[in-house]
């Protein structure tokens, strides 16, 4: 897959979003999987994180400055996909001086991008045990429930038919 990039500026700070596998550290995708906030990951060795990350398409979000000379990882979002039918979303973070500034949902809106060009998607999948991002995979990503437990994650999916029709009533079609 080609390298996508995604740019935003808000009050006055640019942001990137960058599926190139040379701009996401592996120290900084360590350092988010030994945080609290991603729960269900930890640290692994650097060749596990090596085949991890070599085998998932990753986007970094990033804070720039200089002219984007300078890139800060400040989040990431992980798909494990064959790049043609099935796509299962994991590992979405960002450092908690990032967040409540609607990067995670712009991370998600780059994530659907990405689904929308496989030509031959059948499904997306993830797993979530917030119903705060539950509700925002419903309203992003128009994800269903298929399965809950009172002891694990919730499993949602959409098809891309589904994710085709709500980027249409958003008024997203075409962009």
């Not at 996401?24 to 988010?32: G, M, T």
């Amino acid at each position: 897959m080609d390298t996508k990039e995604w740019r935003r500026t808000l009050n006055g700070q640019t942001f990137l979003i960058s599926t190139s596998r040379s701009l996401l550290s592996h120290a900084f995708v360590q350092q988010a999987f030994g945080t609290q906030a991603m729960y269900w990951a930890k640290p692994t060795s650097d060749a596990n994180m090596k085949t991890l990350l070599d085998n998932s398409c990753t986007l970094g979000l990033y804070k720039t400055e200089d002219g984007e000379a300078t890139k800060t990882p400040i989040g990431l979002g992980r798909v494990i996909t064959d790049y043609v039918t099935f796509a299962f979303l994991t590992d979405v973070y960002i450092v908690d001086e990032s967040r409540r500034l609607g990067l995670g949902r712009w991370l998600i809106n780059c994530c659907k991008e990405l689904f929308l060009d496989m030509a031959d998607l059948r499904f997306v999948l993830l797993l979530t045990g917030s119903e705060s991002a539950q509700a925002m995979y419903e309203d992003e990503l128009a994800m269903d429930v298929l399965g809950k437990s009172e002891s694990g994650p919730t499993v949602m999916g959409v098809r891309k038919a589904k994710l085709q029709d709500q980027r249409v009533k958003s008024g997203l079609a075409g962009a």
